[in-house]
């Protein structure tokens, strides 16, 4: 596992526990991973957020041995990382004499960073993938995904996504009875259901929004259950429904239909996580109508229906 100053603990630790916990599941005395952490000077590193230092080893220390998986810890300093030449080049090296290679979280910047991952799928958290996209557009991001396997290179989502990549290579390697037993010693899903998009917010980051558009973005948070086709939107704005489309696009970043179909899916999101409401009455405060049609939206853009989610995410006091 490489890591750096600033990495996250539990991506480095979450995965490295859940292959060393394979002993357990196989009721053998011989482990089936031997896990080592490397950093570039080999010294004690400080991880986020809890400021827990975690002994590692030099790169100097893995030259000359063979290297079965390498795995690349991410963190909230990852552009600090990736500036790190010395730590870039070393991953780029390493990467190609290693059977297989995993990035786990903000990890996959550095390796993108090498090349390797170019004209290859990736994922990442959700709150870095747009800039993931942006800084290397040879990589075909795929957001949704709790981790990606192309070739020999693996890429797993937000933080614990790491432990359920760790899973996927337990059953690569020693089969799928063994990673389930893995998966219940740690109480885990064998296969997380969902995508990451359950856990995200499904609004654009930022918008460059000016003028009448500016002004209808927080009407149309408060008026979700009235018509919002781009029809009576774009007479809200004195424009031409052609026009209106056009900036809509170029100053929001998405289409209406798709910016109301999403602030509709968090308005219905946040009810189901802090109230009993029913989901039919959620599905009419919100706009959606029917419960079948808020349930065919949260099928599409969460992977999950409205009451799993509910089951999942409700806060109950």
Not at 8 to 22: E, K, R, T, Y
Not at 225 to 252: I, P, Q, W
Not at 272 to 286: D, G, R, S
Request: hydrophobic content about 45%; some cysteine.
């Amino acid at each position: 596992m490489v890591a750096f100053d600033g990495a996250s603990s539990l991506d480095i630790v979450g995965p490295l526990d859940v292959l060393s916990g394979s002993i357990v599941a196989s009721q053998s005395d011989i482990p089936d991973y031997s896990v080592e952490i490397a950093s570039r000077k080999g010294e004690l590193i400080s991880t986020t957020p809890a400021g827990i230092s975690i002994a590692t080893k030099p790169f100097e220390a893995f030259e000359n041995r063979e290297i079965d998986t390498l795995m690349i810890a991410g963190g909230e300093s990852i552009d600090l990382a990736v500036a790190d030449a010395q730590l870039i080049d070393w991953i780029a090296k390493t990467a190609i004499r290693a059977r297989r290679v995993a990035s786990v979280c903000t990890g996959a910047f550095l390796l993108a960073e090498t090349g390797l991952l170019s004209g290859r799928r990736a994922t990442t958290h959700w709150r870095w993938a747009k800039q993931f996209q942006e800084q290397y557009p040879a990589v075909q991001v795929e957001v949704d995904k709790i981790y990606v396997k192309d070739g020999k290179f693996f890429s797993s989502a937000g933080i614990a996504a790491g432990m359920d990549l760790a899973l996927g290579l337990i059953e690569d390697d020693l089969g799928p009875q063994t990673a389930l037993a893995v998966a219940q010693n740690w109480v885990m899903f064998l296969k997380r259901p969902g995508g990451q998009s359950q856990f995200s917010s499904l609004l654009p980051p930022s918008t460059q929004a000016q003028g009448p558009i500016a002004d209808l973005l927080p009407w149309l948070q408060d008026n979700l259950n009235t018509d919002l086709s781009v029809e009576k939107l774009a007479g809200k704005c004195g424009m031409s429904d052609r026009n209106f489309a056009r900036k809509f696009v170029s100053e929001v970043g998405v289409t209406p239909s798709k910016f109301v179909e999403s602030i509709r899916l968090q308005a219905a999101k946040s009810y189901l996580e802090t109230t009993p409401t029913a989901i039919e009455v959620i599905a009419a405060q919100t706009g959606f109508v029917s419960a079948d049609r808020m349930r065919r939206s949260f099928l599409r853009n969460l992977k999950v229906n409205p009451q799993d989610y509910r089951e999942r995410f409700r806060f109950r006091q």
